[in-house]
């Protein structure tokens, strides 16, 4: 059974980055067969899709975050990232990963998410 | 942007009962669309993929139908588990969700 994890500070200042990590485990993220991806949710709102990675390392992301993302992977640790640069309290939310198959797009696996809090 | 319509935002039924969600996409999707149901304080739960399989593990009161632009999510016998929100996602285009519809015990 596949299961990840979301882990990093909780609390960011305005204008600094927002770094958290997601760990994979009962599976290899270097399997080639998914995407791995952010995902975010506002309190009490929707969900947004920031963006997404291979195994390879190719990246995508939502064009209205682009220029402040950046999503990496260590398959040595069985790991991806996710740095947002520039915080607003805007970006405070829940910060979700998740895994999307090949082919299909949809999000199959998810991690619990975990909130963070943009404030001085 | 594809955007993901949801209607209605709050459906209230009885248990026991039909629910019928609705999703529209501002420009067709195929059938790449997906549904979500996500409980307070808990991540989203895949319960329907290309707008009408059933994810592993999805009871069969879960059924998903439409191509295009339309889309509806239906559970036909509610059980006190099934009160929760639901999202639609279309993945034709990159990734994009609907509001959210919460179901609600009448």
């Known amino acids: 059974q596949v299961q990840l994890q979301e882990s990093g500070p909780g609390l960011v200042k305005p204008s600094q980055t927002l770094s958290l990590t997601c760990t994979v485990s009962g599976g290899s993220i270097s399997s080639g067969s998914y995407y791995w991806s952010w995902i975010r949710q506002p309190a009490g709102k929707g969900l947004e899709w920031i963006g997404r990675?291979?195994?390879?390392?190719?990246?995508n992301y939502n064009p209205s975050l682009k220029s402040r993302v950046t999503i990496s992977v260590d398959t040595s640790k069985n790991q991806f990232s996710l740095k947002l640069s520039s915080v607003t309290a805007a970006d405070t939310a829940v910060y979700y990963c998740?895994?999307?198959?090949?082919?299909?797009?949809?999000?199959?696996?998810w991690g619990q998410g975990t909130l963070v809090t943009v404030s001085s | 942007e594809i955007v993901m319509t949801q209607s209605p935002a709050t459906l209230s039924v009885s248990p026991g009962e039909r629910a019928t969600l609705s999703c529209r996409a501002s420009?067709?999707?195929?059938?790449?669309l997906a549904w979500y149901q996500q409980k307070p304080g808990q991540a989203p739960r895949l319960l329907i993929y290309?707008?009408?399989t059933r994810a592993t593990g999805i009871p069969a009161r879960f059924s998903g139908s439409g191509s295009g632009t339309e889309f509806t999510l239906t559970i036909s016998s509610l059980q006190s588990e099934d009160f929760a929100v639901y999202y639609c996602?279309?993945?034709?285009?990159?990734?994009?969700f609907g509001q959210g519809t919460k179901l609600e015990i009448k």
């Open positions: 998740a895994r999307a198959p090949l082919g299909i797009g949809d999000f199959d696996y």
């Open positions: 990675i291979y195994t390879s390392g190719s990246t």
């Open positions: 420009q067709s999707v195929s059938s790449n």
């Open positions: 996602q279309q993945y034709n285009n990159w990734y994009t």
């Open positions: 290309g707008a009408s």
